[in-house]
């Protein structure tokens, strides 16, 4: 189990610290809407090396510990990557942030799961409570940014209407109980796959006019 501390900010702007404790940390993937878009990212995924799933949407569990709200990361080798997600964080309510599953692209060639528990998992330490956006969840936004020749390009965005609902998820994978973290599965690049050391991941509520974002640097060991 890990404790993490995150900063809750109330739909008033209000703003409080808690503790959420996690037991078990899952990513899902392969959550697109879109089944015919999942289908064409399978077999872009094939093209470089990826083996399809025998089934979608997947789900995969890896150690907590790999959790982390830190702005600094350390990998083995060069040819990592992240990846934007919502985050839910299941504590004595439904918390809502953005975060990167992280990802050891050469051994995903291999060994999916094992490329997965290779690498941190990183949300931002700001959160929003579930029940805050129930109503308008389709309509938040999530994007990447990757930091190229001291230049910031935009990797990734899309609305999550995109990605399998949360309440969706948290049923096909029978994951509705505390001390869960789910990460939701990501959204299609705006670039080709990059290796960058430098990666900011954004969630924005344009209804409740409110926005996270969080930066890490990633250190090649």
Known sequence: MVKIKVEIVEADGELVDELVDI???YLAGY?????EL?????????KLGVPAPKSTPIIMRVSPYLLTTGDKIEVIGDKTSGEVEY???IG???YVTVGSDHTDRWLEKSDIQRSKQLCPKIIAPTVWRYNELREHWDKLIIRSYVVMNNRLELYQ???LEMIIHPERLLEIFDLNRKGVALFSGTIPLKRDLCYTREFI???????LNRKITHRYMVNFL
């Open 23 to 25: 037991e078990e940390l």
């Open 31 to 35: 959550t697109g809407r879109n089944r």
């Open 38 to 46: 999942v289908r064409m990212h399978i077999l872009e995924l094939q």
């Open 87 to 89: 985050v839910l964080l």
């Open 92 to 94: 004595d309510d439904i």
């Open 157 to 159: 965005e899309g609305f």
């Open 201 to 207: 991941i954004e969630m924005e509520d344009p209804i």
